[in-house]
């Protein structure tokens, strides 16, 4: 049982370069989130989906894109990296008023 | 907005102490309240979640309170050991659509000396 499975572990962008990172599930929950979590700012969320189809504004969503084609996946896009994008980046998912489950992160640097 | 405050920044005990993380958050308008740690270069892992009905949780070493009236919690740990030894974070859960948004203190980071 995988949990929670982030795509790549590590990168390292110039910036103006795009990528998308990935975030699977196999526990079939409705929620999934990403987040950012930066030195002295703790995690904060960019954006969220509660189901297949649909997604929402966290409270750091600009610059970057986000998809839930599947149930089980979460894309998190960015257009243009700029340096202030360099953070590591945390998927989660969770049914309902149930704990939320982690991934194990994407560390991204900016250049 | 929901401000999420953890006290002390970091800590550090000899093993076998017995010691308090504490959290406070400015709306008490919470549904539910989570602790989680985590461990260097790695993800969070769930440790405890409080309703906002219910007053504390257990789990082995491990207990949780919760006063919602007055914007706290804390986390008890019994009897440290070095494997305790992580950042740990609060994070409460607001009332406000079905979206279990958490959000998250800076965490207090723990070392459990030998």
């Known amino acids: 049982n995988a949990g929670v499975t982030q795509t790549p572990k590590f990168r390292v962008l110039k910036t103006g370069q795009s990528m998308t990172l990935l975030c699977a599930q196999d526990?079939?929950?409705?929620?999934m989130y990403w987040y950012r979590q930066d030195p002295g700012m703790g995690l904060r969320l960019i954006h969220y989906?509660?189901?297949?189809?649909?997604?929402a504004k966290g409270e750091v969503p600009d610059g970057y894109n986000v998809s839930r084609l599947k149930k089980q996946n979460f894309l998190l896009g960015l257009e243009s990296a700029a340096p202030s994008q360099t953070s590591v980046y945390f998927c989660a998912s969770s049914v309902l008023s149930q704990p939320q489950h982690f991934g194990d992160g994407t560390r991204l640097s900016i250049l | 907005k929901q401000e999420v405050t953890q006290i002390p920044a970091a800590l550090s005990v000899p093993e076998g102490e017995n010691l308090v993380l504490n959290c406070s958050f400015t709306?008490?308008?919470?549904?539910?309240l989570q602790w989680f740690r985590q461990d260097p270069g790695k993800g969070l892992t769930s440790l405890l979640l409080i309703q906002s009905s219910q007053r504390e949780q257990t789990s082995g070493r491990l207990n949780a309170s919760l006063d919602k009236s007055s914007g706290r919690s804390t986390l008890y740990i019994a009897a440290s050991q070095p494997g305790d030894s992580a950042t740990y974070l609060c994070?409460?859960?607001?009332?406000?659509?079905?979206?279990?948004?958490?959000?998250f203190g800076t965490g207090t980071l723990l070392a459990v000396q030998p």
């Open positions: 994070a409460p859960v607001n009332y406000g659509g079905a979206t279990n948004k958490l959000i």
């Open positions: 709306d008490s308008a919470i549904y539910n």
């Open positions: 989906s509660v189901g297949e189809g649909t997604t």
């Open positions: 526990m079939n929950h409705e929620y």
